[in-house]
């Protein structure tokens, strides 16, 4: 019997009839309903100005939502009092497009850098890094500078950065958007190694090629609208012929 994993684990990420409009009257989100449950790899797919970056803020209260809930690991995002945000920051891992590794601090170092503001002792912080780092493939080179490591190393770098916490959710807004294709696919083996270990991954992309290889579960958004939700996607739609026929 197939158990759908909705009913298995409860969505990690919840967003029910999310709206977002920015003070200058941009409308960026329209009545988004989404659940990804925990576990899954999902791209998050569209055309510039979509709305992708716009839900990942939202998912991290760096916006709020102008009418409709954020739930994030069981979280109220937009209700969440401000003391709780350092909380919920450990629990998402971001990656940016741009890597933003600090240039005077090794891979290790910059892995280490946000446990270190939080207190940890010099033990906890090292067996973290290490198993981030060792995650991303990337331990052997962990005392290399950023100007030392190639676009992709520094990209896994700011993975296992995201990682170190543990959280249970991985959000990727456009990590590949500044690597040639060879180096894209190898930060993309990084994210679906974390993903098999069972952390939950949403990526923006529009890496058409990677989206298409991969057939993970494709959103795709428009006009600040989900058009498509699909299993197994592919970047476009499928044409209407094979539609049809299924
Ligand atoms: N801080 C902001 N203030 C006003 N408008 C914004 C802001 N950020 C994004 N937008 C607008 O919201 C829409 C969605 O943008 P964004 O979420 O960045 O899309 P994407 O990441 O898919 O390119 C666009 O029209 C964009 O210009
Ligand atoms: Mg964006």
Known sequence: ????????????????????????????????????????FVFLVGPSGAGKSTLVRLLIREE???????????????????????RLRRQVGLVFQDFKL?????????VAFALRVSGESRRTVRARCRAALE??????????????????????????RALVHGPRLLVADEPTGNLDPATAWEVMQALLAINAAGTTVLMATHNRDIVDLMRRRVVAL????????????????????FALRS
Do not use: F
């Open 222 to 241: 428009d006009r600040g609208r989900v058009v498509r939700d699909q299993r197994a996607g592919r970047y476009d739609a499928a044409p209407q012929v």
């Open 135 to 160: 995650a991303v493939g990337l331990w052997e080179a962990r005392d290399r500078y950023p100007c030392e490591l190639s676009g992709g190393e520094q990209q896994r770098v700011a993975i296992a």
């Open 64 to 86: 709020r939502p102008s009418q409709g809930r954020v739930w994030v690991d069981g979280l109220e995002v937009g209700r969440l009092p401000r003391r709780q945000l350092p």
């Open 1 to 40: 019997m197939l158990i759908r994993s909705e009913l298995v684990s409860p969505p990690i990420v919840s967003l029910d009839h999310v709206w977002k409009r920015y003070p200058n009257g941009t409308q960026a989100l329209s009545d988004i309903c989404l659940r990804i449950p925990g576990g899954d």
């Open 102 to 110: 600090l240039p005077r601090l090794s891979a290790v170092e910059n």
